[in-house]
């Protein structure tokens, strides 16, 4: 039964959650689409798909609560998604798992290496292979993968975060390669540097409760969901003579740190 009655383009956001996941669903839903939510969490999920629908209207927004890890679950939810609302225009991969306190790898567990990398990396995997036979048969379609600082760089304590997102990249790279002469555009974002989300923003802000003048130039220090789903609206609607394959969104803060240390190896006789 279709939920679409008015053949909107559908997007698929699969990691919804107060973020960059909300965010881009809201913002292709005040364009226009009809937006499938893919997460595990079905509270999360319904606050998310309400607030759509009322500022959108009824349909403009259905969840479907998906363990991303599991291939059999994400299959059913793309197929739901496809009877309910159509085939999937574009494909946000933003599903993310990591650690907060850093481990080495000798205190990394094997269940966890796994677990990360399947949500980091097989979910997409899984997620694309639904996607695309819809995508070849109409010529065109849109897949983008949320990469981070983790997929170009391997840093101390983050050895079941970065393997996944490292092979994340490499996934968007090979779609890129055998799909894009048939209409199809990948994209890696690469999210460089915290996101104001409410995990991430809200432990920035209460860290920095006395430091006012950082408070007031947030932007300088923190990336706004709502400013990243601009740059996948970017994406989406690129000419095709100027697809981005890769886009690095680096936060200022750290980039001028990193200009620092290089001046300071510069100066060593």
Known sequence: MSLNPDKKPVL????????IGEAVARHFAAKGFAVALIARTEDKLRRIR?????A??????????????DEAQVTQAFASVRRELGPVNVLVYNAGSRRIRRQTILETSTDEFESFTRVNMFGAFFAARCVLPDMLAAGAGTVIFTGA???VRG??????FSPGKFGLRALSQIIAREFQAKGIHAAHVIVD????????????????????????EIDRYLMRPGDIAELYWFLHQQPRSTWTQELD???????EE?????KKKEKKP
């Open 155 to 160: 840093s101390t304590g983050l050895s079941s």
């Open 12 to 19: 698929a956001v699969v990691g919804v959650g107060p973020g």
């Open 149 to 151: 600082t983790g997929s």
């Open 249 to 255: 969104k680096e936060e200022e803060e750290e980039e």
């Open 50 to 54: 309400d607030a759509i629908t009322d």
């Open 193 to 216: 540097g915290p996101v104001d989300s409410d995990v991430i923003g809200g432990y920035v802000r209460k860290h920095w409760a006395n430091e006012p003048d950082k408070l007031k």
């Open 258 to 262: 990193e200009k620092k240390k290089t």
């Open 56 to 69: 959108h209207g009824p349909g403009a927004a259905r969840h479907y609560a998906t363990d991303v890890r």
